[in-house]
């Protein structure tokens, strides 16, 4: 197995399946704990292409990729207390959609969600931090929940492609 100490972000191990650097991170959520994977795609500057292939792999992360993950650490409750709200409120506005339970506290969420992801795919632009945050969800077991952030602010809400764009 490949691993990679950044000398900012810390240790990655390098999923072949999925073509990735992945870390693993415990948060809490909906006063559970995730054991989130984090994902970071790696780009080749060179070739203008993200990698596809495990051989060839360097370890090389872009500079908004990295500011996304650091600027998430650093934020983390902040952004978590955003997520909670948001996702309270999608919750809320869509529940009648998948005949799904009412519940009056946000902190109920946390037994309807599993396997938290964080996603960071290459730069969209200079300058924009773009993180995508996906849970599986029991009230859409078949596309779950996902919340896209740009520059740490929640841009959309919806379903896990709406976060991994």
């Known amino acids: ?19 990735v650097w992945r870390q ?12 989130a994977v984090i994902d970071i795609l790696e780009y080749d500057e060179e070739f203008d292409q993200v990698i596809e292939f495990a051989e060839d792999v360097k370890g090389h992360f872009q500079d908004e990729q990295v500011e996304a993950l650091l600027k998430f650490y650093e934020n983390k409750n902040e952004i978590i207390l955003k997520l909670e709200t948001a996702i309270f409120e999608y919750y809320q ?15 109920e969420l946390g037994c309807f969600l599993t396997d938290m992801g964080i996603f960071i795919a290459e730069k969209e632009q200079a300058g924009l ?3 995508g945050i ?6 859409d077991p078949g596309h779950g929940l996902g919340i896209l952030l740009k520059n740490e602010e ?8 709406d976060a991994i764009v």
């Open 93 to 107: 506005n869509n529940r009648n959609m998948y005949d799904a339970p009412i519940i009056k506290d946000k902190n």
């Open 154 to 161: 929640i841009v959309a809400i919806g379903t896990i492609d």
């Open 134 to 139: 996906t849970f599986e969800c029991s009230w």
């Open 1 to 19: 197995m490949k691993e990679l100490i950044h000398e900012l972000c810390g240790r990655f191990y390098f999923e072949e399946d999925q073509c």
């Open 129 to 131: 931090r773009k993180l």
């Open 24 to 35: 693993d991170q415990k948060l809490i959520v909906f006063d559970k704990e995730f054991e």
